[in-house]
């Protein structure tokens, strides 16, 4: 299964790379992140801090954004200005309702369930309703990115400027080639592997937009209706930074803390374990997006160290937090003894 994106020479010529942060993308991909029972140990921290500062206004979004899959293209539309939410937030609201109709049908379509009774006003592009999709996707902002725009800032230029640096010193075809390992460049067809997905977009003249992304997640994102397509592709492999965050008793000592102890990835392996009790090597290179030669090498110092026990099953090896390694991470309570049962 995958999306297959057809380059024509004039496509060739209108690839670009982002000026930065597009704010109202990373406002609704991580309203996708926030309702994700497995968030995975690189959303972990931040999906606990941000779920106790949910804004009331931003609950009925969640039937527009699922946890997985897409969502209606109107909430993330196409403005001169793409790196403002006010101005995407005001071109949501001058939405067509033919567009509005148009894409909820599609969305409904796509994922099988029923939108609640508010979203038929929103079809009819009902002043009200589309007032209140874009003061909660201002609420959301406000709440979940605007804290972390530094940190959000800092990592989205520095993917755009190792892009860039191929980009020019060793060409498109290079960039392409080495963008992201779910992405397969056969020109000229870029490649993007999707288990949910068998289609073709043909970009037909309109080029393509490459922009770095902190909560696309472990795969790129295609935006396909816009003037010129987008494909956001994701820049973080470690845990991301959550502002202000504090330790308490649900948490216990922050991802962070971890991080500066053991290193970003050791650490995001070690948060992988605990989230999931008793994961397998393949589970955690799954999870964590690291192969799994490397999963293995961060498993044994862990081991080495006194933080995590294997236990062997046949061929499949399980790992568990020890004491000490539930202790580092916060979760020091019933979940550092005995194998779970599964059958492998």
Request: proline share 9%; hydrophobic share 35%.
């Amino acid at each position: 299964m995958a999306l297959r994106i057809h380059f024509t020479r004039d496509d060739l010529l209108r690839v670009s790379l982002g000026d930065g942060v597009h704010p109202l993308h990373e406002t609704v991909l991580s309203l996708r992140v926030l309702q994700r029972r497995r968030p995975g140990a690189m959303y972990g921290s931040w999906q606990r801090w941000a779920r106790r500062r949910v804004p009331h206004s931003v609950h009925p979004l969640r039937a527009l954004v699922p946890p997985h899959g897409g969502c209606p293209d109107f909430l993330t539309p196409p403005t001169l200005d793409a790196y403002d939410v006010d101005a995407g937030v005001d071109a949501l609201l001058h939405t067509p309702k033919q567009v509005l109709r148009s894409e909820l049908r599609e969305f409904t379509q796509y994922t099988g369930k029923s939108l609640p009774s508010w979203a038929g006003s929103l079809a009819e592009g009902c002043p009200q309703t589309l007032e209140a999709v874009g003061g909660a996707l201002r609420d959301w902002h406000r709440t979940a990115i605007a804290p972390m725009q530094p940190h959000l800032r800092d990592r989205t230029e520095a993917a755009r400027s190792s892009a860039a640096r191929i980009l020019l010193g060793e060409g498109l075809d290079a960039l392409l080639s080495r963008l992201h390992p779910t992405l397969r460049w056969t020109p000229p067809v870029l490649e993007l592997a999707r288990p949910d997905v068998d289609g073709d977009l043909r970009l037909r003249g309109r080029g393509l937009r490459l922009i770095p992304s902190l909560f696309c997640g472990r795969a790129p994102v295609v935006q396909p209706t816009a003037d010129v397509p987008l494909l956001m592709f994701p820049v973080c492999d470690d845990i991301i930074w959550t502002p202000e965050r504090e330790p308490d008793a649900r948490d216990g000592v922050p991802g962070r803390t971890a991080a500066a102890l053991l290193g970003p990835t050791r650490a995001m392996v070690l948060l992988g374990i605990a989230e999931e009790h008793g994961p397998t090597t393949t589970e955690l290179a799954r999870r964590t997006g690291v192969s799994q030669p490397t999963v293995s090498h961060h498993t044994t110092v862990l081991r080495d160290s006194g933080l995590i026990s294997t236990h062997r099953s046949g061929t499949r090896a399980y790992h568990l937090l020890t004491p000490l390694g539930a202790r580092l991470v916060g979760r020091d309570r019933g979940q550092t003894s005995g194998r779970r049962a599964v059958d492998p």
